[in-house]
């Protein structure tokens, strides 16, 4: 039993990272985790073996903020899981964190004594443990994973993943031509340090997609006309998300529960609301050329590590103020009279492993917008799904400024 142990914790997850990912791509399009991983598998009589390590790591959320917390594998998220309906899985689940821990199967149907809900369906894994689930896999979704130990601290310390399990679907006519999965979270970190604080309840100052804030979010890249899903699961703590995707309207086509039965029959949207503890699915034809932002409209989670605790300074009249105040201290400089977007480029020194009210730079200049966004990019005539960076504007297409002499011409002078 002890060799049988160490193979399990040692030797297995070596052999797993030389196995590859799913080749018999023919019957789905295989998903992209933008800023992410796949779940590397061997196939033994049939059974798609998989290994999930629950264990201490290092993340870089951006570049700046590197925290401690806890993932799957050295990830977070975990990797994706992607199968196809009626495959067969063994998952082997090693704990290498000083607590127990179990992972539930989040939305996908199956035998209770595999639903890994520490107490009523399992003993919880205890720390150096390895448990194994095994289960079938019989309807196509999206899907997640996470503990059901002490969920509070575990998935909000990063123990989250996404499963995609595809559709047999030999026609490709009938697949998505891009296909990407996204989970959404929220950290509480405070400013200078690097620990996520789980019994945070409503202070939340880092929002991801896959672990990532923008800037550094990996944009999403699809051909003019491509169908395109993006599957969005949402395993934060407290917070719904409505993501918003500029130049398009879509469909909401899934959910973790299942899929829409007739696309006719639903309203086109633009923003999509993705409540905690589930999946949304949405489909679009990327018809519309450009670099099209996609975030969540709750406009605090778009900011990094802001402060909420912080006096109304809107329209104050600084500079009387910082002469009063640098007689005590002379490099003191009021920020946010005029909004937020003095304060990403203040010039004044920040802790360390901190990215207070960083942003994206775009090709025409800095942002505010940063923490749960990213890009759209929809090319014509590109020929692969490389980063084919900024792009360039069709002639007469960009709004410029004009002068008052434009305005009248245009009857606005009655305005003046």
């Given at each position: 039993?002890?060799?049988?142990?160490?193979?399990?914790?040692?030797?297995?997850?070596?052999?797993?990272?030389?196995?590859?990912?799913?080749?018999?791509?023919?019957?789905?399009?295989?998903?992209?985790?933008?800023?992410?991983?796949?779940?590397?598998?061997?196939?033994?009589n049939g059974v798609k073996i998989f290994h999930l390590v629950a264990e201490e790591i290092e993340w870089e959320v951006a570049k700046g903020l590197t925290i401690h917390t806890w993932g799957y594998n050295g990830?977070?998220?975990?990797?994706?899981?992607?199968?196809?309906?009626?495959?067969?899985?063994?998952?082997y689940v090693t704990n290498k964190l000083p607590a127990p821990t179990t992972v539930h199967w989040h939305g996908v149907i199956l035998p209770c004594g595999m639903d890994g809900v520490a107490g009523l369906t399992q003993k919880a894994i205890m720390p150096n443990e390895t448990y194994m689930y095994e289960f079938t896999f019989h309807d196509a979704g999206t899907?997640?994973?996470?503990?059901?130990?002490?969920?509070?601290?575990?998935?909000?310390?990063?123990?989250?993943?996404?499963?995609?399990?595809?559709?047999?679907?030999?026609?490709?006519?009938?697949?998505?031509?891009?296909?990407?999965?996204?989970?959404?979270?929220?950290?509480?970190?405070?400013?200078?340090?690097?620990?996520?604080?789980?019994?945070?309840?409503?202070?939340?100052?880092?929002?991801?997609?896959?672990?990532?804030v923008m800037p550094y979010t990996e944009p999403l890249v699809a051909k003019k006309n491509d169908r395109v899903w993006i599957r969005y699961g949402n395993l934060s703590a407290m917070d719904h998300h409505p993501i918003h995707l500029h130049g398009y309207s879509f469909k909401i086509i899934g959910?973790?529960?299942?899929?829409?039965?007739?696309?006719?029959?639903?309203?086109?949207e633009t923003t999509v609301l993705v409540p905690t503890g589930s999946v949304r699915v949405i489909e679009f034809c990327a018809h519309n050329p450009g670099d099209w932002i996609f975030h969540c409209h709750m406009t605090h989670?778009?900011?990094?590590?802001?402060?909420?605790?912080?006096?109304?300074?809107i329209g104050a009249e600084a500079e009387l103020l910082n002469k009063k105040i640098r007689k005590l201290i002379?490099?003191?400089?009021?920020?946010?009279?005029?909004?937020?977007?003095?304060?990403?480029?203040?010039?004044?020194?920040?802790?360390?492993?901190?990215?207070?009210?960083?942003?994206?730079?775009?090709?025409?200049?800095?942002?505010v917008i940063g923490g749960m966004a990213n890009i759209l990019?929809?090319?014509?005539?590109?020929?692969?799904?490389?980063d084919p960076g900024p792009y360039h504007f069709p002639k007469d297409t960009m709004a410029k400024p004009v002068s008052k002499q434009e305005m009248r011409e245009d009857f606005l002078g009655i305005f003046e």
């Open positions: 039993m002890k060799w049988i142990l160490l193979f399990f914790i040692f030797i297995f997850p070596a052999l797993a990272q030389e196995c590859c990912c799913p080749t018999d791509t023919h019957n789905y399009t295989p998903v992209v985790v933008p800023n992410g991983c796949k779940a590397r598998h061997h196939v033994i990830s977070v998220p975990g990797p994706l899981i992607e199968v196809v309906e009626g495959d067969r899985v063994r998952i899907f997640m994973y996470h503990p059901h130990y002490d969920n509070m601290t575990q998935e909000d310390m990063g123990l989250v993943g996404m499963i995609v399990v595809h559709k047999k679907e030999p026609d490709p006519e009938k697949r998505p031509d891009r296909d990407f999965a996204i989970m959404l979270h929220e950290w509480s970190i405070p400013v200078g340090t690097a620990k996520p604080n789980p019994a945070e309840m409503g202070g939340f100052n880092i929002l991801t997609m896959n672990g990532k959910t973790d529960g299942g899929w829409a039965k007739d696309k006719s029959l639903l309203l086109p989670h778009i900011m990094n590590q802001m402060g909420h605790n912080l006096p109304n300074v002379p490099d003191f400089k009021m920020l946010g009279t005029k909004g937020m977007r003095d304060m990403t480029k203040s010039g004044m020194p920040i802790p360390p492993n901190s990215i207070p009210m960083l942003g994206y730079t775009g090709q025409f200049g800095q942002t990019r929809v090319r014509e005539n590109i020929t692969s799904y490389e």
